[in-house]
């Protein structure tokens, strides 16, 4: 079925002019949905009866289930309900000149990352692009600036949504006209699709989930890794920065006890030697936690020491902190907090504060 987000300008263009409106209308709606980026019910150029037609033509694929503010206000988190009853999680982060919408490419997660409540909750289904470019207006309506920057760090592995992913992407790109460096994918290491990525028209930044710089360690936390261990892994991202001429970015969880201390420094230097100090780019977030997962975050000034020996050793990396987590803002947290039953049974409500190791800034 055919939805408001999913449509393309030619579907409208078709619709409406069988149902007898002038061409003009077609560049107004997409105007309305796309440049403004408002709910169509507002559009009040457009004829009242033609929004009710829309409405009833390209009805929404989601609807909103739960949404909560945090940060004072700067970061906002929805969790929507698909026609099918599976759920999603979105977070708009607002900071001054930009505007980040983290999107969920999968209801659910297949890839079962130990530390991560999407993961621990398990998998629905996939999400349609259409679906995928709802979660980034819809976030973006009630506030005043217009969406910077997308990144696909939400519920599922969106290499293992390639297609939608993809589509999505270039959606984001034409009609919404974020530029590519500002459209973040982020995977927890699917190589043949980072492979892919690297071939494609659009340069998007790259973001890898890493967490662990040996494979013992992170085959513990990430199951894909015994499918795609880290030198497989390195060398796709290193092939990936090679073919767009920029840096990738590695997502390190700190966990205290686990992967902060000097030798895992030294590894991490080691691994990513290659890349060269332009070619990545390490990002250390505090571990957020979550129910099945007994790690904690390690203190902040830990954290500071850690991304100091990691420049001593050469590499180039930053300290991020973690946006709502007074919200849940981390993938998965919500729908476990909201508890509301899903087709894999009834969801747990969490004792909090929990979260996977995404949604930072
Ligand atoms: S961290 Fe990402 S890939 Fe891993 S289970 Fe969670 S959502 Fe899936």
Redesign the pocket.
Known sequence: MRTRYGASKAEYEAWLQSNGHPRYRAEQVWDALYHQRRPLETATNLPAALRDGISREFPLALTTIAERHGDRGTTRKFLFGTRDSAQVETVLMVSPNRATVCVSSQAG?A???TF?A??QAGFERQLDAGEIIEQILVAGHDVDEPITNVVFMG???PLANYDATWAAVERIHTDLGISARRITVST?GVVPGIRRLARESIPVTLAV?LHAADDRLRNTM?PLNRRYPLTELIDAAHEYARARGRRVTFEYACIDGVNDQPEHAERLAELLRPLGPLGAHVNLIPLNQTHDFSGRAPAMVRIRDFAEQLTDLGLNATVRRNRGTDIDAA??QLRERIGTPTPLGPLRAGPGPES???MSE
């Open positions: 997660c890839m079962g990352c991560c999407t993961g519920m599922g592995e927890v989930s990430i993938c998965g996977s190791t995404r």
